[in-house]
């Protein structure tokens, strides 16, 4: 795998370009393009009118350039980029240091906008989050919107041991790391709304009630909760996503 950076702040901060047999990925500030390339064919993929790409509103565009040689894919990627940039570029928001217990292996849940919880407050440029013996956080912060290179440890006293993520052979100790949106359920109950009635809930989401045998138009608000896993040694990331990956407990999707 070869790793190229480019750093031009008056065009962007950094440009990370990741090429592999089959796949190139560049990181564009806070947005990931994916670039798939076959044998006479690369398509890329950028969530550019959304804070968050991973939003499942995001509007997703695929453009498709036909290849010459294989040897010209690098640089018809950094010139696909440059012109891309101005509408995949989003901030970068401030990095989050995720303190876990010694040898805390499971899910992991941040809950944020809880009203008598803590402030995030930043200490050296960073948030630290001190997850609980049973894997969760609260903060009164909402989500920072951005993008920025996290870090995650266990602790022993004041030792770290950093949890690797995303190594150079593809294997990682973090996995599923994901902002999402509670269940309309967590604030409103179906049965209290009106037929054919939206109702927009805290976290700025809408939920219409559509008939009385369960039929509902849900559209998701703002993110207030992050979730990711942490295994106990260095997996392949995209085997344990696949094959080896537990499902997400019920307490992990409360808010």
Known sequence: MKRIEISDISIISVISVICDSDLISVICDSNLISVICDSDLISVICDSDNQHSGNANATIHVIHFKMIEHKTRLLLLLFITLLLFSSCKQPVRTPISYELPKGYTGWVTVRYEKKNAPALEKEQGK??????????????????????????YWMDGNNKFVLPQYTNDKTSMIHAGSYSSPSYQTFVKLDTLEIG?????????????????????????????????????????????????????KEHELW
């Open 127 to 152: 948030y630290h989050i001190k997850i609980s013996p049973d894997g969760f956080a609260e903060t009164s912060s909402p989500v920072e919107n951005g993008w920025a290179e996290d870090e995650y």
């Open 197 to 249: 009635k939206e109702v927009v809930l805290y976290d700025g989401s809408r939920v219409t009630k559509l008939d009385n045998v369960g039929g509902v138009s849900y559209k998701s608000g703002r993110f207030l909760l992050f979730r990711f896993y942490v295994s106990s040694q260095l997996e392949d990331i995209w085997d344990f996503a696949n094959k080896k990956l537990p499902a997400v407990p």
